[in-house]
Every structure is written in structure tokens, then in C-alpha cells.
């Protein structure tokens, strides 16, 4: 069984970085789609951006230029490199995957994320 747990949340002023990780047990990263989402306070959840199994990234378009993810294989994790932040970034973020069944062949194995991290907080002051 697939779980994932997020670090690295908290507070950060305008401009600053952050660098979010989510490391998963049950399951190396490599056999995983994952994501990362956030949710600002009255807001929809809205996904930020994607990791294929296969190492391939997708961005939601707002988070081209000062979002990066990127996977370490051998720390078992995901990671989201926040730069430039600004307040508009403040929201509970958090990490999604699936596990890639053998006959799956849709890109980011169609988005369909059935294991969520507990979220966590992420603040910014202007």
C-alpha cells in the first residue's frame, strides 16, 4: 500500500523559495505517476504539476517558470522547488500518485491519483 507524507511546508516571505518533498513507502517512485496539488482557502483544489512514471513533467500553465519538480529515485521522493514566491502561493499543498498497472499507457497514467498525502502548509507574506 502506497503512502506518501509531505515536508517541508511553513512560511516564507515574498520572493523567497521553498522546497516541498513527499517521499512514498509501499512503492519505489518509479513505478508511480505523481503530482503535486494545492488549495488555497475558499478555493478549489488545482493541480500545480506532474511526474510521470516514465520521468516525463507536465506544468499547469500559471506554474511554468517558478515551479520545478523533480523525483529522486533513491531517496524514494518527489519534490517541488518553489522560487519567487508570492502570496498568491499561500495554500495546503499536496502530494498525489498511482501506481502505473502493467497494461496503463496513458501519459501520467491519466491523472487518476488514488493516494493522497496529508497536506501541508504553506505561507506567504508580502
Known amino acids: 500500500q502506497v503512502q506518501l507524507v509531505e515536508s517541508g511546508g511553513g512560511s516564507a516571505q515574498t520572493g523567497g523559495s521553498l522546497r516541498l518533498s513527499c517521499t512514498a513507502s509501499?512503492?519505489?517512485?518509479?513505478?508511480?505517476?505523481m503530482a503535486w496539488w494545492r488549495q488555497a482557502p475558499g478555493k478549489a483544489r488545482e493541480a500545480v504539476a506532474h511526474y510521470d512514471s516514465t520521468a516525463s513533467v507536465l506544468y499547469e500553465g500559471y506554474a511554468t517558470g517558478r515551479f520545478t519538480i523533480s523525483r529522486d529515485d533513491a531517496k524514494n521522493t518527489l519534490d517541488l522547488q518553489i522560487d519567487r514566491l508570492k502570496p498568491d502561493d499561500s495554500a495546503s499543498y499536496y502530494c498525489?500518485?498511482?501506481?502505473?498497472?502493467?497494461?496503463?499507457?496513458?501519459?501520467?497514467?491519466?491523472?487518476?491519483?488514488?493516494?493522497w498525502g496529508q497536506g501541508m502548509q504553506v505561507t506567504v507574506s508580502s
Open positions: 509501499g512503492s519505489p517512485v518509479t513505478r508511480l505517476c
Open positions: 498525489a500518485a498511482v501506481v502505473r498497472a502493467p497494461n496503463m499507457r496513458l501519459g501520467y497514467c491519466g491523472f487518476a491519483y488514488d493516494v
